[in-house]
């Protein structure tokens, strides 16, 4: 090894989900929204001056930050914007997770947490989620240097109550605890309410699921005023552009609209219920996923022999290679035309896998 090579950062990268480029697909592997982003947006698109794009963007993302504040009830100075809620986790991990004390975090969970935590340096210890992979709050009260978690938990889907949270928070008041709501808007209850309470609380959002815009890169946090000034003192030594102009303006029409977003995840909820009981007589068994996705595993067949048969169909799921969830497919909630050919081809698939397993077992 030449010498400038001991010098460099080496790292283990988080593997992103496929994005392929093929016109006939189901998509159901990044936890995408099926529908179009709301009319305004399309109406922002269409309208769009390019004769703008000369100029560099708001530094401090106004315009957005105070839609965002807006449309929470909460003052402007409680908000940060960031390139996606991966930028506004990244930036919160670089300014508030500088103890020698580890950060605590499930071991089944968003697999970014450990590789921003390796980047930079951030002790970190995980905790086990219990046998019905839930949460167990009481791991989460010892000294530590942070907490973070998402809420519904990722890829369980499974909600923690907001009771459980507070006592989290509260047992924590020393370091920062950060609730991570990339799919709270499928039927669970945020944290939000609890940042006026508590100082050392962060709530992480994203418009990349519930308001379809993941193609925009838009997330944010909200906080105690403080939090948010010590964030954006680490952002602009960092990069003081993040949010591109047409991702502020798109941004601000989609939560603007807030009909659409609730008939677009209203009908995404029911598709999910509608999901779970096709998938439950398929012979899946999965916890009660209260987000975008469900994460499923078969009686019998195991999961990487029904990922790669979906992918033969054009059908992308997500597979994980992690010790204690290899068994598990995690599926995006589609549309119910999508979900319908999943599970026909599924009825299928499993029924001939089955048959050939059980004549198998009648040789022996
Ligand atoms: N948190 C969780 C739990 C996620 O699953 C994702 C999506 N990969 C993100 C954060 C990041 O989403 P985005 O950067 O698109 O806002």
């Given at each position: 090894m030449e010498n400038w090579e001991s010098y460099v950062r080496k790292v283990v990268p988080y593997v992103p989900g496929e994005q392929p480029d093929e016109k006939r697909m189901i998509k159901l592997n990044t936890n995408e929204n099926p529908y179009p982003p709301a009319p305004g947006v399309l109406r922002a698109l269409r309208e769009s001056d390019a004769?703008?794009?000369r100029l560099y963007p708001e530094p401090d993302c106004?315009?957005?930050?105070?839609a965002i504040a807006d449309y929470y009830g909460l003052d402007a100075s409680c908000v940060f914007a960031g390139v996606g809620s991966d930028d506004v986790l990244a930036m919160i991990f670089l300014t508030f997770f500088r103890s020698e004390k580890p950060v605590l975090f499930p071991d089944i969970t968003y697999s970014f947490y450990d590789v921003w935590a390796d980047m930079l340096r951030v002790p970190y210890e995980v905790r086990a989620l219990d046998?019905?992979?839930?949460?167990?709050?009481?791991?989460?009260?010892g000294e530590c240097g942070g907490?973070?978690?998402?809420?519904?938990?990722?890829?369980?889907?499974?909600?923690?109550?907001?009771?459980?949270?507070?006592?989290?928070?509260?047992r924590n008041r020393d370091v920062i605890v950060v609730v991570d709501e990339a799919y709270i808007d499928f039927g669970g209850v945020s944290a939000?309410?609890?940042?006026?309470?508590?100082?050392?609380l962060l709530v992480v959002q994203t418009f990349s699921k519930s308001r379809s815009l993941a193609g925009m890169r838009i997330g944010y946090a909200m906080g105690a005023p403080k939090?948010?000034?010590?964030?954006?003192?680490?952002k602009y030594s960092f990069n003081s552009y993040t949010l591109s102009q047409p991702a502020l303006a798109l941004g601000v029409e989609a939560i603007r609209d807030k009909a659409y977003?609730?008939?677009?995840?209203?009908?995404?909820?029911?598709?999910?219920?509608w999901a779970k009981g096709e998938l439950k007589k398929l012979g899946f068994s999965f916890g009660d996923s209260m987000s975008n996705f469900i994460f499923?595993?078969?009686?019998?067949?195991?999961?990487e022999d029904i990922f790669e048969a979906l992918k033969k169909e054009h059908i992308y799921v997500r597979h994980f290679s992690g010790e204690r969830i290899r068994n598990y497919l995690r599926i995006t909630v589609g549309t119910r035309e999508e979900m319908e050919t999943l599970t026909v081809f599924l009825r299928g698939y499993l029924e001939s896998r089955e048959r050939i397993v059980g004549e198998k077992e009648k040789e022996l």
């Open positions: 004769d703008r794009l106004g315009t957005l930050v105070r046998a019905d992979f839930k949460i167990r709050k009481e791991d989460y009260c907490v973070i978690f998402p809420n519904p938990n990722a890829p369980t889907g499974i909600l923690m109550e907001l009771a459980d949270i507070e006592d989290i928070v509260s939000l309410p609890l940042i006026r309470k508590y100082e050392n939090l948010i000034r010590y964030l954006n003192d680490v977003f609730r008939e677009t995840t209203e009908k995404i909820i029911a598709v999910r219920e499923v595993k078969h009686r019998s067949v195991p999961a």
